[in-house]
């Protein structure tokens, strides 16, 4: 079982950045792996990025490659997500999962364990 909280989200301008943090409680944090989904107003849930539990696989959505890195600092238990060069369409509440065992990293139906999402918001 784990509890994720993610944090870090705001209203920047177009060009601007953000850096999203989701912590996960336990002691078993490098069995998972994990992973930003998004869902703006209207739409579907969609795939961002993805991280292995070994840190070392890493996942991006095309749209988001170049601009967005995800990352873990494994002392803290904690998921980054920096988000660079933002633009008016990435404005979306952002979601946190995660999924010990076999992963399909792209697959929301797949990731046992989600946060409470956090908003972000892209002016142009």
């Known amino acids: 079982q784990v509890a994720l909280v993610e944090s870090g989200g705001g209203l920047v301008q177009a060009g601007g950045s953000l850096r999203l943090s989701c912590a996960a409680s336990?002691?078993?944090?490098?069995?998972?792996?994990m992973a930003w989904f998004r869902q703006a107003p209207g739409k579907e849930r969609e795939f961002a990025a993805a991280?292995?539990?070994?840190?070392?696989?890493?996942y991006y959505a095309d749209s988001v490659k170049g601009r967005f890195t995800i990352s873990r600092d494994y002392a803290k238990n904690t998921v980054y997500l920096q988000m660079n060069s933002l633009k008016p369409e990435d404005t979306a509440v952002y979601y946190c999962?995660?999924?010990?065992?076999?992963?399909?990293?792209?697959?929301?139906?797949?990731?046992?364990?989600w946060g409470q999402g956090t908003q972000v918001t892209v002016s142009s």
């Open positions: 999962a995660a999924v010990s065992g076999k992963w399909y990293p792209t697959d929301s139906s797949k990731y046992d364990y």
């Open positions: 336990g002691r078993t944090f490098s069995r998972y792996s």
């Open positions: 991280i292995g539990g070994g840190g070392g696989s890493t």
